[in-house]
């Protein structure tokens, strides 16, 4: 049993997407444990990207992530940091697949809807970071 970390980042919040990605999670039938609306702080965005800190974008991905409020999913099941990182699309815009969250909703690869841990390491580091107050 594993359990990952998803963040509904703010253009998702804003554009009021967050019912229609919730939406995809349940439609795969994945356990949403938690889930909580909040903010991401600055000294909290650079932590949890702080492996592209030396990145040209990464001024543009903090302001991005800080803009507005998001929502925090905990979702928990058998394999479930892959099957959300499918169900997510890639990272490069232009490689994000119809039928996936960023394929569909997104058209920019830093403004990209959604976040999920990418291993059980750092889901986690991200669990502990965004629900460690639960
Ligand atoms: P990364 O952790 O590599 O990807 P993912 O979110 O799929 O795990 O990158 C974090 C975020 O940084 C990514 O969601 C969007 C942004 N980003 C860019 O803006 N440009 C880029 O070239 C990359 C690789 C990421």
Redesign the pocket.
């Known amino acids: 049993m594993e359990q990952t970390l998803v963040i509904i980042k703010p253009d998702g919040v804003k554009r009021k997407l967050t019912g229609r990605i919730i939406q995809r999670f349940e439609d795969k039938n994945l356990l949403i444990k938690e889930m909580y609306q909040g903010i991401v702080t600055e000294a909290v965005a650079k932590e949890h990207?702080a492996?592209?800190q030396d990145?040209p974008?990464f001024p543009?991905?903090i302001a991005y992530m800080t803009s507005g409020p998001v929502v925090f999913l905990l979702l928990e099941g058998t394999d479930v940091i892959a099957l959300v990182r499918q169900l997510?699309g890639a990272?490069?815009v232009l490689n994000a697949a119809a039928g996936t969250i960023r394929g569909d909703f997104a058209s920019s690869?830093?403004e990209?809807i959604v976040?999920a841990s990418?291993s059980k390491e750092s889901a986690e580091v991200e669990i502990q970071r965004f629900f460690s107050h639960l």
């Open positions: 990207y492996h592209l990145k974008f543009d991905l997510l990272t490069n690869t830093t990209n976040h990418d």
